[in-house]
């Protein structure tokens, strides 16, 4: 079962390519947690600083499918260095506003968000372009699976750095980590020899647009970024359902670790799916998902009132177990059908959904806890879920072949060299 991550350590520089991609995402989880903070301590009010927090993850869903056209027309090298520089800058300034000027930090939270660095779409963009067959099928599995862990340390690491300098120093803290993690990728981009977009290179059975034309007029592309915003919103309520019940019971505490055990259970999911051969089948696994949404209504409140809610976690770690495997398989889809010469893009569209699901996910599944408990949040959660489910029905999952129908192959796919913007295109290579 571990052949496929064997396989993984073949490709040249691939681990240092996945390692800082996911270094340059390590901030954006508790990002909420350190402006909170910061903004609560200026105003003395949570809904002050749930806007100014709500304005960061505006701009970056603005921005996502801004920043990822530009990472399919320039070097990506030094788009992911400007971005950082200039997100660097906003966060401090944003850090070192006077308490009376709290309300700037709403329009400079939104500005600071367009600019966050690319490196999702970069990254999502490239495997596709050195991997090919179960590897790359592999590699996918490994970056949603790590997208879980990084789900767990983000919020913990901006908690504990709160706790123990305060907002500002928390929100410097994340600053440097976003800028270092983008010129750690920057720097492994330019050592790898993949710096330049691609050039329209084969590999996707997506038609080329034209160059104006909006990816989203493309209702393949456009049903699967809808799949992902309806999928995210059904995970995204599970969790706050979960902070509901922890505040019920008068011990926020229980919340984080309900979470953690939801994200583990997506982990080994994760990492099992990345081990199976094989095309992944996605409407399968997002019924999965929704089925481990359903299987907790009928274990919390106001339905069944546990002793401790730590009697749960059995069935929260069932639950997750499909979520990475279905984000991995849908966003593996989404760089098949998307132009090769505009996968960043298609990538920045996916980045603007899964702001969107959570930004549906929260006044909804308030709403309906205030007026039905817990286990009506965590049911419409399982809607959301179910109706995600149902879409991807009309996914289809293209099968890989080789030369003359034989199976593809394993290993990596040619890589491009470096070079200017203004260098003409290599000759094809053979297939392998």
């Known amino acids: 079962m571990l052949q496929s991550y064997r396989r993984l350590f073949a490709v040249p520089r691939l681990g240092a390519l996945l390692f800082w991609s996911l270094a340059a995402r390590l901030h954006i989880g508790g990002m909420p947690i350190a402006v909170t903070f910061l903004v609560a301590g200026w105003t003395g009010s949570y809904a002050l600083a749930g806007l100014v927090a709500g304005g960061l993850t ?26 950082a520089l200039v997100y660097g800058a906003g966060l401090a300034a944003m850090a070192f506003l006077p308490a009376w000027l709290w309300w700037a930090a709403l329009p400079l939270a939104v500005v600071t968000g367009v600019f966050q660095p690319p490196a999702t779409q970069i990254g999502r963009s490239l495997w596709p372009r050195i991997t090919s067959g179960p590897t790359r099928q592999a590699v996918f599995a490994a970056e949603a699976t790590l997208q879980e862990l990084l789900f767990i340390v983000g919020p913990l690491l901006a908690a504990a750095v709160v706790g123990v300098g305060g907002g500002r120093v928390g929100l410097l803290t994340l600053g440097a980590i976003a800028c270092t993690g983008a010129a750690g990728f920057a720097l492994a981009l330019r050592r790898s020899g993949h710096t330049l977009p691609a050039r329209g290179a084969p590999g996707t059975d997506g038609a080329s647009a034209a160059p104006r034309r909006s990816l989203l007029a493309d209702p393949r592309l456009l049903l699967v970024i809808g799949v992902v915003m309806v999928l995210v919103a059904g995970l995204g309520a599970v969790d706050l359902a979960m902070v509901a019940w922890a505040r019920e019971l008068g011990a926020p505490g229980y919340a ?20 199976v051969a094989g095309p992944p089948r996605i409407p399968l696994r ?3 998902t929704a089925a481990g949404a359903v299987l907790i209504v009928p274990l ?48 920045g569209w996916m980045t603007t959904a899964t702001t969107g699901g959570i930004a549906i996910a929260s006044p909804l599944t308030g709403w309906l806890i205030d007026h039905g408990g817990v286990a009506v949040g965590v049911g419409g959660a399982a809607a959301l879920a179910t109706l995600a489910a149902l879409l991807s029905l009309g996914i289809r999952t293209q099968g890989r072949t080789g030369p003359g129908g034989a199976p593809p192959t394993a290993g990596p796919a040619p890589a491009e060299p470096t070079g200017t913007a203004a260098s003409p295109p ?3 290579a053979p297939s392998a």
Do not use: C, K, Q
């Open 58 to 83: 505006v701009g970056t869903a603005l921005g996502g499918p801004v920043r990822g056209r530009m990472a399919d027309r320039r070097p990506n090298d030094r788009l992911l260095l400007y971005s």
């Open 256 to 275: 984080g670790g309900l979470m953690a055990v939801y994200a583990f259970g997506s982990l080994v999911g994760g990492l099992i799916a990345g081990a």
């Open 286 to 288: 997002a019924f999965g």
């Open 300 to 347: 919390v409140p106001p339905v069944l009132h546990l002793p401790t809610p730590w009697l749960i976690t059995p069935a929260l770690f069932i639950a997750g177990l499909a979520i990475a495997p279905t984000v991995a398989a849908v966003t593996e889809r989404l760089g098949d059908l998307a132009p090769a010469e505009r996968r960043g893009e298609a990538y």
């Open 426 to 428: 290599p000759p094809a």
